[in-house]
């Protein structure tokens, strides 16, 4: 599947090829240390960021996961 920026597409599917090495090598073997993926992340949310203002995607309203998501003030 393409991302929403052509620009991104790349990206996407690197980050997806990492992910699916370390959740079937890693996580799935009980080894859920470590981030190996998440500079790959970050650069294509940030593309993909970008992709949407320039398309002028309206995301008013929309909820997306993110670091904080589901957690409280208080909670570690």
């Known amino acids: ?8 597409t790349e990206l996407k599917r690197e980050y997806d ?5 370390w959740f079937a090598d890693k996580f ?3 080894d859920s240390a470590g981030d190996p993926c998440g500079q790959l992340f970050k650069r294509y ?8 203002k320039e398309k002028d995607i309206p995301i008013e309203g929309l ?3 993110g670091p904080s998501k589901g ?6």
Do not use: D
Not at 17 to 21: D, L, S, V
Not at 45 to 52: D, E, Y
């Open 28 to 30: 799935l073997k009980g």
């Open 17 to 21: 090829q990492c992910f699916n090495r």
């Open 63 to 65: 909820e997306f996961m």
């Open 1 to 8: 599947m393409n991302s929403v920026g052509e620009a991104c």
């Open 71 to 76: 957690k409280t003030e208080n909670s570690s």
């Open 45 to 52: 949310q940030l593309c993909v960021q970008k992709a949407i």
